[in-house]
């Protein structure tokens, strides 16, 4: 499954960028909000089940409901033709 998706060699790259590479790229965001716990358990299941590493998400950030956090996965994708 993970096949597809490209490792993000350059962390600064935005998603917007004109470059032939990142044109060549499907950018794509994965959200979990909710209780930090939930938050938590849900990237370690995602985890087990193979769909990223721990390591991939974002550090817990404030999300709009003052009790909810959120974090944020980006992955690149190649693009189909």
Not at 21 to 39: F, H, I, L, M, N
Not at 42 to 60: C, H, K
Request: proline letters at 5%; one cysteine or more.
């Amino acid at each position: 499954m993970s096949q597809e998706f490209l490792p993000d060699d350059n962390k600064f790259a935005r998603p917007n960028d004109d470059s032939a590479a990142v044109s060549e790229q499907d950018v794509v965001c994965v959200t979990v909000t909710g209780s930090p716990k939930g938050v938590r358990e849900t990237i370690l299941t995602l985890y087990r089940l193979g769909f990223a590493e721990v390591g991939d998400w974002s550090q817990l950030q404030r999300a709009a409901n003052p009790k909810q956090v959120m974090s944020v996965l980006i992955r690149r994708r190649k693009r189909k033709a």
